[in-house]
């Protein structure tokens, strides 16, 4: 009866100590996915901190970008509501010549120019909201501050859409988010086209 009893003891520690290794491996996918949403994170925000070229006269050496672009032209990839809603809000934008809430600034700096020599990410925290959700929160220092490297936190919502990970809001650092603004933007161009 003794080594009936050890025999259970032993397996319920064996069991005990199987489940936290089993935890383990169930979480390792998020790593995964966690990596691939870094590396969009760091594609947005590379051509922030590149060096340009020396300025011309005319200012030319300044890198242009749509807006829902980096500066270098990536375009991160964005769910399909997300990617409708900002391609009606581009068509409205290139009839206009009006400055609605989001053409206004670049939505990644989140700021109308920035240094790229001084440049910089200063934190970044990525976290699983659920089955499929990462929200990951940038604080990006687009340089050249009197006051020394300072950011805004910009909130990425990250969804898992047909086995990739996209863009499917942001919030910027008054709390606004980018449908609501798109939403927003679109209805104020609709009504001055009528």
């Not at 169930?26 to 990596?35: F, G, M, T, V």
């Not at 996209?166 to 606004?176: A, I, M, N, Q, Y």
Request: proline share 5%; net charge negative.
């Amino acid at each position: 009866m003794v080594r009936a009893g050890k025999a259970r003891v032993i397996a319920a520690l064996s069991l005990c100590c199987a489940l936290p290794s089993q935890g383990a491996a169930a979480k390792q996918p998020a790593h995964q996915d966690e990596a691939v949403v870094r590396q969009i994170v760091s594609n947005i925000y590379a051509s922030y901190m590149q060096p340009i070229s020396e300025a011309a006269d005319d200012g030319s050496y300044a890198p242009e970008n749509e807006a829902g672009a980096s500066t270098g032209g990536y375009e991160p990839p964005y769910t399909q509501t997300l990617d409708a809603l900002i391609g009606r809000w581009g068509k409205l934008m290139q009839q206009s010549e009006e400055l609605y809430g989001l053409n206004g600034f670049d939505w990644y700096c989140q700021c109308q120019d920035n240094d790229n020599a001084t440049a910089k990410l200063l934190s970044q925290r990525y976290k699983l909201r659920s089955k499929g959700r990462i929200e990951a929160t940038i604080v990006f220092s687009p340089g050249r501050g009197p006051d020394g490297d300072q950011g805004a936190p910009l909130r990425f919502h990250f969804r898992n859409e047909g086995g990739a990970w996209k863009v499917d809001d942001l919030t910027f650092e008054d709390g606004s988010t980018l449908r609501k603004s798109l939403v927003t933007d679109i209805a104020d161009a609709s009504k001055v086209r009528r």
